[in-house]
Each structure stands twice: as structure tokens, then as C-alpha cells.
């Protein structure tokens, strides 16, 4: 999993702030994907986008959380006026196709703590 | 729809003793990769194997292996003479266009 870069690894806001979690793919990768990790569970898909366009965002909840992935730069997603239910681990994985059999490449992950 | 079960929750065992985690998937694509990951305390996911769903040849890679078995659905993972270090949590993956995780299986080896 090395090349997808996530930043920051920690990130600390306090309940109402605004989060923003980047993900740099590896070189030549043009999908991206986000998951989140709650304590103590599994990683649950959250969005899938290729550069410019949302594909699946299925997994998003439906307020407070956007996603992009801009032409240039890293992908962003963005939590609004976090509460301390959004404390967890976020992971984005990284793919040079959208085809079923391809592998996709995890970051390292942010934790997000919520105060 | 695609499903990863991990039916272990937790396992403990003694150093030395072999250990087996089992992963059942359920899926509708006939491509597809399966994968296991470690996530020690420290959080990251490390990238343990690989397997897509035409290669069902067993792997051994040191104290590790894996047994794919697409008749019954299960991509089981066994470490042998296990040791302090494997004390993590272990996570099955299904990757068919995203991923699906299963919920984890969090394994104790004590001295």
C-alpha cells in the first residue's frame, strides 16, 4: 500500500469545526476511494470517485459529508460541524481502473478525533 | 450485493499454538480479489495477500497461508507457530469494483 499518501495522520477538531482529510492516489491512479473505520469495527465503504465525478457515493451519509476529487490535487473529504460521532479512522484506497479486477492501494489512513 | 463474514469476533492463544481465521464472502461477480489485512495498534492496514477468484491455488508465505475454497465461499487464513508479534486485529476484504471488509477478527497471542 505504499504511494497513497493520506494527510494529516491525526487530526483533532473540536464539536461544530470543519474537518478536511486529503488523499494523494499513487502515480497514474484516477479512482479513489474513502472509507471509514468506527472504533472497534470494520472499514465501510463510503464514496468512489474518478477525477472530476462522483461514481458511487452509496456509502456517504446523506448530511454534513462531501467528497471531490478536482482535475488537479488531492481528493478532499470534507465533514461539516463534526460531532463526536464522526471520531474514526478514515482510509482512502486508490486504482488505475474502474474495472472489476483491478486492485485498489491503501493510504495509511487519518484519525479523526472529535473534543 | 457483496458480504465478508468473519464469524471469530476474538481468539486467544498461546505462543507456539497454530491459529486459523476464518473469511466467508458472498458475491454475485465472477471477478473478483479477495484479500487479508493486519492492523496492529498502532492502526495502519498491512497489506498481508492477495487472491482473484480464478486462482484457487493454495499460498504459503512463511508462517502464513491461505486456503481459497470458491465450492464454499471461504478464503480462510492459518499462522502457524504464532508469535506476540501477530497480536493484531485481521481483516478479510472483498474487492469487486470497492471494497467490502469484514468486521474483523481481533487475535491475542500470549507469551
Known amino acids: 500500500n505504499a504511494g497513497v499518501m493520506q494527510n494529516p495522520r491525526h487530526l483533532v477538531r473540536r464539536r461544530g469545526q470543519e474537518a478536511r482529510l486529503r488523499c494523494s492516489p499513487m502515480?497514474?491512479?484516477?479512482?479513489v476511494y474513502w472509507y471509514r473505520q468506527l472504533p472497534e469495527e470494520g472499514l465501510k465503504f463510503m464514496v468512489y470517485?474518478?477525477?472530476?465525478?462522483?461514481?458511487?457515493e452509496s456509502g456517504m451519509p446523506k448530511e454534513r459529508f462531501s467528497a471531490e476529487f478536482p482535475k488537479e490535487g488531492p481528493s478532499i473529504l470534507r465533514i461539516q460541524q463534526v460531532v463526536r460521532g464522526d471520531s474514526a479512522a478514515y482510509f482512502c484506497?486508490?486504482?488505475?481502473?474502474?474495472?472489476?479486477?483491478?486492485?485498489?492501494?491503501f493510504g495509511q489512513g487519518t484519525r479523526l478525533t472529535v473534543v | 450485493a457483496q458480504k465478508v463474514t468473519q464469524a471469530q469476533t476474538e481468539i486467544s492463544v498461546v505462543e507456539k499454538e497454530d491459529v486459523t481465521l476464518d473469511c466467508v464472502y458472498e458475491?454475485?461477480?465472477?471477478?473478483?480479489?479477495l484479500f487479508w489485512y493486519k492492523q496492529p495498534p498502532s492502526g495502519e492496514l498491512v497489506f498481508l495477500i492477495r487472491?482473484?477468484?480464478?486462482?484457487?491455488q493454495n499460498e504459503i508465505s512463511g508462517r502464513y497461508s491461505w486456503n481459497f475454497q470458491k465450492s464454499t465461499s471461504s478464503f480462510n487464513f492459518t499462522i502457524t507457530a504464532s508469535q506476540v508479534v501477530d497480536s493484531a486485529v485481521y481483516f478479510c476484504?472483498?474487492?469487486?469494483?470497492?471494497?467490502?471488509f469484514g468486521d474483523g477478527t481481533t487475535l491475542t497471542v500470549k507469551p
Open positions: 487472491r482473484n477468484s480464478f486462482d484457487e
Open positions: 476484504a472483498l474487492h469487486a469494483g470497492k471494497s467490502t
Open positions: 470517485l474518478q477525477k472530476e465525478n462522483i461514481i458511487d
Open positions: 458475491t454475485r461477480d465472477t471477478t473478483y480479489y
Open positions: 484506497a486508490s486504482s488505475p481502473s474502474p474495472r472489476v479486477n483491478t486492485e485498489a492501494f
Open positions: 502515480k497514474g491512479h484516477s479512482h
